[in-house]
């Protein structure tokens, strides 16, 4: 008896003192998670663009002042090079943690998993949890999908609290590719958004929501958490200098041939990297171009773009209104559509594109302005049909 009651007088102990070593790991995981550093850096940093300008304003925004009670947005289409700008600022700074959510982080239970291997969230040992387990005995149930993500963020908020008391300024949460939410999740994305907007009227912390133009935009902007969308970033194209130096001086392209590359696909620098990668691998010009158009095609046949599609008459009416003033405004757009609702599906069809608070609607891409022209050219609708001046670069 005696010798029973000393082993579990022992037993115990060491499980005492186990779980405050623990949860003091557990705890120090969660702040590193803050630090400088932690977010992971771009793999190959002699492939980064400098962009001093878009460089500035994504570290302002992450950089936030203590007063400052607002969420930001980040918006840039896919191939802009805005996640690896993000993440090059965000590796130099503390107070940021960054989640990116992948095609398999979609589910409420895979982003509250992301989120949580993101800021090294375990739960807590329980001391109650390790006797009982000491004895064989499993008192932990399966915590659903939500339960998880309320935990994660009750987290958060705490580390949140002690960072800004350290810092004097709240830390910053990095939600990348929220479009893909959009896309498979909307619901999530509506909570995520709440969430943001309480945190900034509380001043907690700010969230930076990353995305594409089109779907997570227009679904963000339609609610009344809006209210507080602060500062919008748009990540664009570079311009001429920025793509001759990329294509000559980091993809070895000539000089010509890197004229011909930008004239095809613009500064969109995920086409710039594709269209000399082809390049290099020995493809000429002509089949790059008519690799790329087959793509867009593709995208305008899905679309409803083609001879007899849902979206032929309005997107070729739009189109010529582009093709002729370089765009067109979102008033002219929507009333051309037919309703906001039928303009809104025609923007998440990667044809045309705009963003927060502008109002001008320009095409997607270079090439997908190249493609749409000749839809135009070709169609037999005459008023259409019409002569045009060369494609804006």
Not at 227 to 233: K, N
Request: proline share 3%.
């Amino acid at each position: 008896m005696g010798l029973g009651l000393a082993t579990i007088f022992v037993g115990s102990a060491g499980n005492v003192v186990y779980a405050q070593y623990s949860n003091l790991v557990r705890e120090n995981g969660l702040r590193s998670a803050l630090a400088m550093g932690a977010v992971p850096d771009v793999k190959r940093t002699e492939k980064l663009v400098e962009r001093p300008d878009a460089t500035r304003a994504i570290e302002y925004i992450l950089k936030p002042q203590s007063d400052y009670a607002y969420y930001d947005m980040i918006v840039g289409n896919h191939g802009t090079g805005k996640t690896t700008l993000i993440r090059h600022v965000a590796h130099q700074l503390d107070g940021v943690l960054y989640v990116d959510i992948s095609p398999n982080s979609v589910s409420d239970k895979t982003f509250a998993e992301a989120f949580a291997k993101a800021f090294n969230w375990t739960s807590a040992t329980s001391l109650v949890d390790m006797l009982l387990s000491y004895w064989g005995i499993n008192a932990r149930e399966a915590a659903d999908d939500r339960a998880l993500l309320v935990k994660v963020f009750k987290e958060f908020r705490h580390q949140a609290e002690v960072f800004e008391k350290n810092k004097g300024r709240p830390p910053v949460l990095v939600l990348d590719n929220v479009n893909r939410l959009a896309q498979r999740n909307p619901e999530l994305l509506n909570i995520l958004q709440d969430i943001a907007k309480d945190a900034a009227d509380d001043r907690l912390f700010i969230t930076v929501f990353v995305t594409s133009e089109g779907q997570a935009p227009i679904q963000m902007l339609g609610r009344s958490a809006s209210s507080r969308l602060g500062d919008v970033i748009e990540i664009g194209d570079l311009n001429d200098d920025e793509a001759m130096d990329f294509l000559c001086n980091k993809r070895a392209i000539t000089e010509s041939g890197a004229r011909d590359i930008y004239g095809l696909v613009g500064g969109r620098i995920g086409l710039l990297a594709r269209a000399a990668n082809k390049l290099n691998s020995g493809l000429d010009i002509p089949g790059v171009r008519a690799l790329l158009l087959a793509d867009v095609n593709k995208v305008l046949q899905k679309a409803g773009m083609k001879v007899g599609g849902e979206s032929r008459k309005a997107g070729l009416e739009i189109a010529s209104h582009i093709l002729q003033n370089g765009r067109i405004s979102c008033e002219d757009f929507y009333r051309i559509s037919g309703s906001n609702k039928q303009g809104d599906e025609l923007l998440s069809k990667n044809i045309f594109t705009t963003v927060p608070r502008s109002e001008w609607v320009f095409f997607d891409t270079k090439p997908m302005e190249i493609a749409v022209r000749a839809l135009v050219e070709n169609s037999s609708d005459k008023t259409t049909a019409v002569g045009f001046p060369e494609a804006r670069k």
